[in-house]
């Protein structure tokens, strides 16, 4: 049997997410045969959102929704650019 690779892709903004990500990481690694590798996506959210807790917390919500509506939409291209790394 082959090794088995896992990918875990996290956007973490307070840090909680990444440490969850972390976690899964670990658990995974345990496995014999298994190759784990983490992506995080880059914090791409105007430093003026930051200002007001409440604008961020909603903001976040939009962008998440958006980003994972285009991973849905870009899956081979995201996949192939991971490779090259």
Do not use: H, W
């Not at 670990?26 to 983490?38: D, L, P, Q, W, Y």
């Amino acid at each position: 049997m082959g090794c088995m690779k896992v990918l875990i892709v996290s956007y973490s903004m307070y840090g909680r997410v990444q440490r969850m990500a972390e976690a899964v990481a670990e658990g995974a690694s345990v496995f014999k045969g298994v190759e784990v590798a983490m992506r995080r996506v880059p914090e791409m959210l105007p430093a003026e959102v930051f200002e007001n807790e409440l604008a961020a917390a909603r903001f976040q919500g939009k962008y998440v929704a958006m980003i994972a509506s285009k991973l849905a939409g870009n899956r081979r291209e995201i996949i192939d650019a991971m490779r090259e790394t």
